[in-house]
């Protein structure tokens, strides 16, 4: 953990009986070479530590490592044996602690296998890390309760974890230097063991996915504080956790502030770029289309499953202009107070010049209205369009990723399968093949048409609503303020 932090100290090594770390220690570095993006390392206390005597604590930290990770290494000493596999139960109690459908956001596994001293060798060839891995982790055939406990964790394990690699590694150096190992410059370890290290971190560092949600919104800085949150507090009360339920109590908040961040953006433009009094409705509605639209890219960069649009709605009456006009009528009181300072004379002057021109005034008036609730009712369906189109193109980005995760998961699968019937699994190789089937029939339904139209029936049935009821609001909103500035 400390390599791939890039430094020789941070995570305690613990060089005696006693274990160090308690709980889920983070470290948050910026990720090698992905600009923009943090690499953050969760480095777990021990499982299975005697001294605790709480086997619920160990097998709950597993549980929340598997929920917030996207890459699981697991390091154990020595060889994949059944003591190993016996110390893995935690992961056959998954699918008692945590409640998700979408097993195709659970994390890549890797295992590091440390001190070993193992030849890579099988029935007299030499074998991979990883075919050594896939290996220990073949079934027996058999229906005894000797067999159901050996294959229990091997089967959880190829369940949960399609993606799985292996790592072997040398003792880093001889017993008598361990307990000063963080003092140790890296041209004092074994040769071994540091290419071994390099080979594990280089690997960790170029397979390693952004952790997302379902719907591939990547969990930000913010988002990941708000999960640990979520997941503690469910757990602390003797509940399951449960992702669905989690990433919907995200997405809501996420949207909220969506929403607050786009509106804001819209108001800084328009104070920008609108100079009042300005000359005409056209000019007005001409800068609130430009800020409208850069208002709501914002607001698409950052809002997820808002499957409804429910949000997005929010961003479209003209509350925003609104908000906005009348924000700037202080700016109008302030003018006529100003008034004041004129003159007697100058006052008449300008009340006779008023009523010279009322009657006019009043006939422009009434041209006005109809031909600023026509501009009005133009710039409603202006807008309306282009949050359809912003929306397609959000929707067109998230199906094809959801494609993508799919194929991927069906690939998992598909191998998953092909290995079962080599040796001799037919019942769990057909459970996998409902699984892939399911899959298809998915992929399937995302690939039609019609799925773009359910995806955007919130705004589709808005729409509707939308754009005939704005003419009283209209002429309130454009004709009073507008003038009056």
């Known amino acids: 953990m400390n390599r791939l932090a890039g430094k020789r100290t941070g995570f305690s090594l613990g060089s005696t009986v006693q274990a160090n770390t308690k709980g889920i220690w983070m470290w948050c570095v910026p990720y090698p070479d992905r600009k923009d993006q943090t690499l953050v390392l969760l480095d777990t206390e021990g499982l299975g530590d005697v001294d605790k005597g709480d086997t619920q604590n160990d097998t709950w930290i597993f549980a929340l490592a598997v929920l917030l990770s996207s890459t699981l290494v697991y390091n154990s000493m020595g060889t994949i044996d059944q003591n190993a596999m ?50 220990a982790l073949k079934l027996k055939k058999g229906d005894s309760p000797d067999v159901r406990l050996f294959n229990l964790p091997r089967k959880c394990i190829r369940f949960f974890f399609p993606t799985r690699k292996c790592f072997i590694f040398d003792r880093p150096t001889s017993r008598k230097n361990l307990h000063r190992l963080e003092q140790m410059e890296e041209r004092e370890l074994e040769p071994d063991f540091v290419e071994q290290a390099d080979r594990f971190c280089n690997y960790i560092f170029w397979t390693s996915k952004e952790k997302t949600l379902p719907g591939g919104h990547v ?112 700016v109008g009181r302030a003018i006529l107070q100003s008034d004041t300072a004129l003159s007697e004379k100058e006052k008449q002057m300008e009340e006779a010049q008023e009523q010279a021109v009322a009657a006019q005034r009043e006939k422009e008036v009434l041209r006005q209205r109809g031909a600023e609730l026509e501009q009005k009712m133009q710039d409603k369906q202006r807008s309306y369009e282009e949050n359809i189109q912003q929306l397609k193109v959000k929707m067109e980005q998230d199906r094809e990723q959801l494609l993508e995760e799919q194929k991927k998961m069906m690939d998992s ?22 699984e892939v089937q399911r899959l298809r029939e998915q992929s ?31 002429v309130g909103l454009i004709s009073n303020l507008f003038r009056r500035l």
């Open 444 to 474: 399937a339904s995302v690939k039609e048409p019609s799925w773009m139209e359910k995806a955007m029936d919130g705004l589709l049935t808005v729409g509707s609503l939308f754009l005939p009821g704005i003419a009283g609001k209209a």
């Open 86 to 135: 016996d110390q893995l139960h935690y992961v056959t109690e998954l699918t008692e602690r945590i409640k998700a459908k979408y097993l195709r956001f659970f994390p890549s596994f890797a295992w590091a296998l440390r001190d070993f001293t193992l030849q890579l060798e099988l029935n007299g060839r030499p074998i991979t890390e990883d075919e050594y891995l896939e290996n």
């Open 219 to 330: 969990v930000t800085g913010h988002l990941l504080a708000k999960l640990v949150e979520t997941y503690v507090e469910t757990i602390s009360s003797g509940k399951v956790p449960c992702m669905e339920s989690a990433v919907l109590a995200l997405a809501k908040m996420e949207n909220a502030a969506a929403v607050e961040e786009a509106l804001a953006r819209y108001g800084g433009l328009m104070g920008q770029r609108l100079c009042l009094p300005t000359e005409s409705v056209p000019e007005l509605l001409g800068v609130h289309a430009e800020c409208e639209k850069e208002a709501l890219q914002v607001f698409m960069a950052r809002a997820f499953k808002d499957d409804a649009q429910r949000f997005q709605v929010k961003l479209m009456a003209e509350a925003a202009l609104q908000q906005f006009l009348e924000s700037k009528e202080a």
């Open 413 to 434: 699968r598909l191998g998953e399968q092909e290995a079962l019937l080599r040796e001799g699994f037919q019942k769990e190789a057909k459970r996998m093949q409902e």
